[in-house]
Structures are given as structure tokens and as C-alpha cells.
């Protein structure tokens, strides 16, 4: 059976990084003679310019028709002025909200050869191996309303969740912790807000359900500091929406590049999306030196938890580790015993492991 991917590149260098995926994954169709169906669609800035809208009808329909999206990235200064409706990071709000993509998956995983380009001392972060579990589709980011009023003057942000909402990606998290080492972390604002203190509630509940994982309810404050100076302490990290955006670019410093974090956006029942977790690096674009490798080890996650091709995403992965042993690095990844390559020939390195 043939899967159905759709690409969504969108802006920046999301073209480069995504394109550099779909040649990885026909070195997988050829490989394990697993056929995959392409098709490209717009979102973000791109499809303002060409539909007036971050997110055409078209795009989305063929999203939820497909078995799995990857996504490149979206936004850059061209559209920072437009209204707040033709903003690219719309598009990409909405593709979540429209698939029901709740659960956000973030592993953050160092390699040993790339320690080096962390701005943190290489003692603190050896052995780092975490995953944060991000809540997607609600919070402040779609809470209503949000607006200014006064004139002007004076806005209003709404922090709203269900508990229906929390108990899935609470759910999710203590499922993904018993898969690991079993120790969640859940990190909220309990002291504070009434949203985090329902939640706090929820993972107590949910305590009784998996007897075997050990749980630590962290405040987000303490939480970022601790993930700075002691990240080996975590396994498992669960929070809410724009807790998890801030702490998990946090921890992309681990790996000393964003260019190297995948991510998996997943619906309870249906199509996941998959993106690297950088954004489209406007300042770089059509230089051809951008790093794939995120975007690459997304695919690799798409693999496991879309298609369940194991043992195919595992050859991705192992053929990545192999490159990055070998010393090779792109721009962003400075190594002064290593060889620089380009987003092409990093590329072709990792399709010639596989």
C-alpha cells in the first residue's frame, strides 16, 4: 500500500529542509521497497502571496485525506506587518487546530560529537536524552477573547482549557513515560493560575492509572532554570501550550542547534503532522546551508508513529548518528575537527548511509 505524504514547505528555508526528506525517504522506498505518494501544498506566508490566506481550503482538505504532513516552516519580516489574520504563524495555528493535533512530541537528544557546539559545558549536558510532551490545540494561543480595547490601550489575552483537553495530552505523556524510564515530569504555575492547578489535579488522578511511572510536579520557573543546570534529571516533560513552546526552544540549546530537534504533532485518531523544530530562517534562505537534519529525523518520527515502519525509522536515525560520527556538520554546527557540507551534500551523506 502506497502512503500519502503531504508537503507543506512553506517559507524560508522550509523548501530546502523538506525536499531534503523526500529524497531520504525514497532512499527508504528503495531500500525496503515501501512506496510513498507526494503531493505539495501552500501554507504561511507563500500562500498569502498566492490566495490571500495562510491557509487555503485546498491545503487542508488534502490534509486530512493524507496518512501523514510534513511541514518545513513559516513566516519571515516580509508578512511582520500584515494583520494579525494574514500572519503566516496563522496557517500554521490553524493546520493544528483543523487536524486536532493535541499532542506535540519533542525529543531532545545530544549527540556525543556535537556536544561541543552547545553553549553549555559539555559535563552538564552528556547524557541528556529527554522528550517534552507539549499540549497543542488550546491555552492561551486560542483562547478567546484576544484583543485590544481602549483604544488601543489596553489587551486581553484568554487562557482557557477543558479538562477533557488536559486529560488526553496528560494521558499521552505518562503513555510515552512508561515506553522510556518511566519519571514524568509535569511542570505547571500551580502557585498561580487556576488553569494549573486543574491541572495539577489531573496528573494526580491519572497517577492511579500507571502505577509504574514516577511523577514530579515542578513550577515552569524552576522547571526552565533546571533544565539548564541539571537537564539529565528529566525523562519526560508534560505542560501546556505555551509553557512547552518556551521550554522546548529552551532545550534545543542541548544539542547547540534547532536545526538538529524533530517534532511529531499528533490527532487522538488520524493524520500527524511533522516538522524540525527551527523556523525558516529567512536570514539563510536559497544559500543552500541549511542544516536538514531535524527536518530529516522528523520524517524518521513520521516513520514510527504514522506508518509504524520501525525498523525504517531506526535506519534513518542510525544513518544520521553515523554521518555526524564521521565529523560532518553544516553551518550552524561549527566543528573545527569536522568537514563542512552543504544542506545538499548532507543530504546525499545520509541517503548514502542508508
Partial sequence: MTGKIVLLPGDGIGAEVIYAAKDVLEAITKKYNKPFEFSSYDIGGVAIDNHNTPLP?????????????????????????????LRPERGLLGIRKAL??????????????LLHASPLKEEIIQ??????????????????????????????????????????????????????????????????LESSKLWREIVEEKKADYPNVTVDHVLVDA?????????????????ENMFGDILSDEASVLTGSLGMLPSASLAEDGVGLYE??????????????????????SAAMMLRYSFNMNEEAQAIEDAVE???????????LKNDNGELVNTTEMTQLIVDAI
Fill in 223 to 239: 522547571a526552565a532554570m533546571k533544565l539548564i543546570t541539571n537537564p539529565t534529571q528529566f525523562d519526560v516533560i508534560v505542560t
Fill in 100 to 113: 486536532d493535533l493535541y499532542a506535540n512530541l519533542r525529543p531532545v537528544k545530544g549527540f556525543k560529537k
Fill in 276 to 297: 524540525p523544530a527551527h523556523g525558516s530562517a529567512p536570514d539563510i534562505a536559497g544559500k543552500g546551508i541549511a542544516n536538514p537534519i531535524a527536518m530529516i529525523l
Fill in 322 to 332: 553515523k554521518i555526524v560520527n564521521q565529523n560532518y556538520y553544516t553551518a550552524d
Fill in 57 to 85: 481550503d485546498e491545503t487542508v482538505k488534502a490534509c486530512k485525506n493524507a496518512d501523514a504532513v510534513l511541514l518545513g516552516a513559516v513566516g519571515g519580516p516580509k508578512w511582520d506587518n500584515n494583520p494579525s489574520d
Fill in 127 to 192: 547524557g541528556s536524552d529527554l522528550l517534552i510532551v507539549r499540549e497543542l490545540t488550546g491555552g492561551l494561543y486560542f483562547g478567546q477573547p484576544s484583543e485590544r480595547f481602549d483604544n488601543g490601550n489596553a489587551v486581553v489575552d484568554t487562557l482557557a482549557y477543558t479538562r477533557k483537553e488536559m486529560e488526553r495530552i496528560i494521558d499521552k505523556a505518562f503513555q510515552s513515560a512508561e515506553l522510556r524510564n518511566k519519571q514524568l515530569t509535569s511542570v505547571d504555575k500551580a502557585n498561580v
